[in-house]
């Protein structure tokens, strides 16, 4: 069983569509190619009327279910909205990261997570399918205009859920790409966050941090 995870904030019309637009693209483009049973958003405190809107099924902290909606598309709402206070400040980030061990033996437990966050767009079945064949690991793919391992997109197999038990807030202030214990960096695929580099028309297998203005295409 895998599921796609990712971290959500949900809170006004602008970030809604940005969803909207994600998750069709995942519905028509990924999820018949990768496989995955249902994404879940560990959601920091989203207005409520948007992930209804999403048509999410909305659990909280005590497991109380706030709405019905897809059973492929999963909400688990925190109580408490955790900001992002610097360019090192996302506490919201490390929360995400040391709730997935907490997820054993719950409903939203898997043998793998994808975390593809929701403004990255895989682009190639070249990709999915190295992805969906990855069976070990901890395994992140390199950012080359940056230098170092993207946490934006990577694969996270049984074998290593345990290791995040000690990446909680407490590692606020730390660079996630720098720390976060990666088994495997995978160099053979490229990508990049398209606002900072110019992707279009290269041959990338994804984008990262696509905004509404740019025509997102997969190219199979």
Not at 28 to 38: A, Q, V
Not at 68 to 92: K, V
Not at 137 to 146: I, K, L, S
Request: with cysteine.
């Amino acid at each position: 069983m895998s599921s796609v995870i990712i971290p959500n904030y949900t809170f006004d019309l602008h970030s809604y569509r940005r969803m909207v637009r994600w998750l069709r693209y995942m519905d028509k483009f990924i999820k018949p190619r990768l496989g995955y049973d249902k994404i879940i958003m560990l959601d920091n405190a989203s207005d409520l009327k948007f992930l209804k809107k999403l048509g999410c099924t909305v659990h909280s902290e005590d497991n109380s279910c706030l709405a019905i909606g897809r059973d492929d598309l999963f909400a688990y709402r925190y109580e408490t909205h955790l900001p992002r206070t610097s360019m090192l400040g996302y506490s919201y980030f490390w929360r995400f990261i040391s709730t997935i061990p907490k997820l054993k033996d719950t409903f939203y437990q898997a043998d793998k997570y994808y975390h593809i966050d929701s403004d990255n767009y895989i682009q190639t079945t070249e990709l999915i399918d190295y992805m969906k064949n990855c069976n070990k690991g901890f395994v992140a793919f390199w950012e080359p205009n940056y230098n170092f391992p993207t946490s934006e997109l990577f694969i996270l197999n049984k074998d290593s859920i345990s290791q995040l038990s000690d990446y909680g807030i407490k590692r606020t202030g730390q660079m996630a790409e720098g720390v976060l214990p990666f088994t495997h960096i995978e160099k053979s695929f490229y990508g990049g966050r398209l606002p900072e580099f110019n992707l279009e028309g290269s041959q990338a297998h994804w984008l990262g941090q696509v905004t509404k203005h740019y025509k997102v295409r997969f190219r199979g």
